[in-house]
């Protein structure tokens, strides 16, 4: 009996070890890459996203024990139902513990898909980044950490691969990207999961990701699991093909950045001499035009444009420049929106908008319909729920919902339809509210949160533009 005693004690003694060596394997890793790729200097400030899930709040813990303080961050999308309230729930409750400030947000996703005419994933992941973006902005430029880890590595490359890809697309995910870093990359899942457990921490499971229905969901329950049966060695395989792929991007670019020195000079690129002198003349454009926001598509545009007789000053656009073909070159310019922050403002807080705006509450009888645009009236649910409010110029693509139509509408096509100068386009400041524009500032109001017959207080935006 006294063996038996003995025996059981040495077991859970060794179960403890393993837990405890674990866990702390788990926090040096996530040490380890911050100090190896310079991520977060020591005891400073950090964003943390946090969905409430298993892999954002170890990411949470583990900064809160290196000794980083954490603003906890969740954005709550409603598509779950209560269990979208379970998980908001959940990451106040454990930001309460490991974060010394808590930040929430909730979106209207399906009108910003009605809006932009995208998926709810593509909605979802839209607003999020818009919304840590603004925060960093809040808070002087804070890193946004994000929980994605090893496995999520390896399905991202993966599905790189099969969408089509060059070389950037089989490294995988950065460690730093802008504001954006991943200091638990080079964990697994698994190590996550005993962390939490070796802690005794709880976390929530989005049903949706059990449910095979998106590609990466296809991929992470289906394909890798098979593949890791048939091939034991499968993870070992892909992360040294990752590091290897770094590396080869890595001699790539300092390749590129050598052959394309006689082509391009400042922001101008000699797009003739590079279809007269090289064998790779899509691959050398696409890889000097990568930075500035082109994909292999305005590549191609680009050069069938260059062989039309009416090729020169034909334009192109990216997220944040435009491309004007002139004479066989190409002129390179940042569009002002790029070039223009965007503002941030708390319609609470006056102190915070430009000179040009002004803000007022009214009661309903000091209500006047303002038809020349230069006035938003709002209903006060447009302060629900902490959204954030920001002025900024015209992106590729922006939809609004004219107050009294329906459906929506290209802002481009409201400034064609105003007959504004192209010099005039990108001076127009826009607000919006979680990114959803409410108001194309002197010209048209949207439809969200429009006054109603019940109510009673309003909120009077006022232009002097």
Not at 126 to 140: H, M, N, Q, T
Not at 242 to 271: E, P, Q
Not at 386 to 408: A, N, Y
Not at 418 to 436: C, F, G, H, I, M
């Amino acid at each position: 009996m006294f063996c038996f005693f003995i025996s059981a004690k040495l077991q859970n003694f060794r179960e403890l070890f393993t837990t405890f060596v674990f866990m702390n394997d788990f926090i040096g890793k996530v040490n380890c890459c911050i100090k190896r790729h310079d991520l977060i200097t020591p005891s400073s400030q950090v964003i943390v996203a946090l969905s409430g899930g298993a892999d954002s709040v170890a990411l949470l813990v583990a900064l809160h024990e290196i000794g980083m303080e954490c603003i906890a961050a969740h954005c709550d999308f409603h598509l779950r139902g209560e269990e979208s309230e379970r998980d908001r729930s959940y990451a106040e409750s454990v930001a309460s513990r490991y974060a010394t400030a808590y930040r929430e947000i909730h979106f209207d996703v399906d009108a910003y898909k009605k809006a932009n005419g995208v998926s709810t994933e593509m909605a979802c992941r839209d607003l999020r980044y818009e919304w840590f973006r603004s925060l960093s902005e809040e808070y002087g430029g804070t890193p946004v950490a994000i929980a994605h880890h090893h496995d999520d590595n390896i399905e991202t490359m993966l599905l790189n691969l099969l969408r089509g890809t060059g070389i950037t697309g089989l490294t995988g995910m950065k460690y730093r990207n802008g504001i954006f870093i991943r200091p638990m990359l080079d964990c697994r899942r698994s190590e996550v999961e005993t962390f939490l457990a070796g802690k005794g921490i709880q976390f929530m499971t989005d049903s949706t990701n059990l449910i095979s229905d998106v590609k990466r969901n296809k991929l992470r329950n289906i394909i890798l699991p098979a593949l890791r049966r048939e091939f034991p060695d499968a993870d070992k395989g892909l992360t040294t093909t990752l590091h290897n792929m770094r590396d080869t991007a890595s001699l790539f670019d300092s390749l590129v950045a050598d052959k394309s020195a006689g082509y391009i000079c400042d922001d101008t690129i000699k797009l003739s001499k590079i279809l007269d002198e090289s064998a790779e003349a899509t691959t050398l454009l696409f890889e000097l035009l990568k930075p500035y926001g082109f994909n292999a598509t305005h590549v191609g545009d680009i050069i069938a444009a260059s062989n039309s007789d009416t090729a020169s000053g034909k334009q192109f656009r990216s997220a944040t420049h435009l491309i004007t073909l002139n004479r066989g070159e190409l002129i390179i310019e940042k569009t002002p929106a790029e070039a223009c922050c965007n503002i941030v403002i708390d319609l609470n807080d006056p102190a915070t908008l430009p000179d040009w705006l002004t803000i007022k509450y009214i009661d309903r009888s000091q209500f006047k319909p303002d038809r020349s645009g230069n006035t938003l009236y709002l209903d006060p649910a447009a302060l629900d729920g902490s959204p954030v409010f920001t002025l900024r110029h015209r992106r590729e693509g922006d939809r609004i919902t004219p107050f009294g139509m329906k459906g929506s509408r290209l802002v481009s096509d409201i400034f064609t339809d105003a007959k504004l100068p192209l010099n005039k386009k990108d001076s127009v400041w826009l607000l919006t509210r979680n990114d959803t524009i409410l108001w194309v500032v002197g010209m048209r109001a949207s439809s969200h949160f429009a006054i109603n017959a019940a109510t009673e207080r309003i909120i009077a935006l006022s232009s002097t533009l």
